[in-house]
């Protein structure tokens, strides 16, 4: 069964940093784009990270450049997002998807997870 999970998620003070997860199952992620998404309520869904299967090249949204880090680890069939200097604004579901095309996409991607929660807030 293909499938892929989030976690490390939860509340941090603004400042704070956490690495979110996503790993999978029932399929090798080393070749899929895998793109991090996150929706705050109220908001439309925005992506936030991206990292290609064909050569590893990573993308971000500006507003988190130079704060966020996406990296895989094929031993692990894992990739993760880490988070630097987050801020309020940051606060949202935080969800994960795999393209087998390998090019990172907007929108389009094969399989999505149910998403993990990050809260920042003093």
């Known amino acids: 069964q293909v499938q892929l999970v989030e976690s490390g998620g939860g509340l941090v003070q603004p400042g704070g940093s956490l690495r979110v997860s996503c790993a999978a199952s029932?399929?090798?992620?080393?070749?899929?784009?895998i793109g991090w998404f996150r929706q705050a309520p109220g908001k439309e869904r925005e992506g936030v990270s991206c990292?290609?299967?064909?050569?590893?090249?990573?993308y971000y949204l500006d507003s988190v450049k130079g704060r966020f880090t996406i990296a895989r680890d094929n031993a692990k069939n894992t990739v993760y997002l880490r988070m630097n200097r987050l801020t309020p604004e940051d606060t949202a579901v935080y969800y994960c998807?795999?393209?087998?095309?390998?090019?990172?996409?907007?929108?389009?991607?094969?399989?999505w997870g149910q998403g993990t929660q990050v809260t920042v807030s003093s």
């Open positions: 990292i290609s299967g064909s050569d590893d090249s990573t």
């Open positions: 998807a795999a393209r087998w095309a390998g090019t990172c996409h907007r929108t389009n991607y094969n399989y």
């Open positions: 029932g399929f090798s992620l080393n070749s899929y784009a």
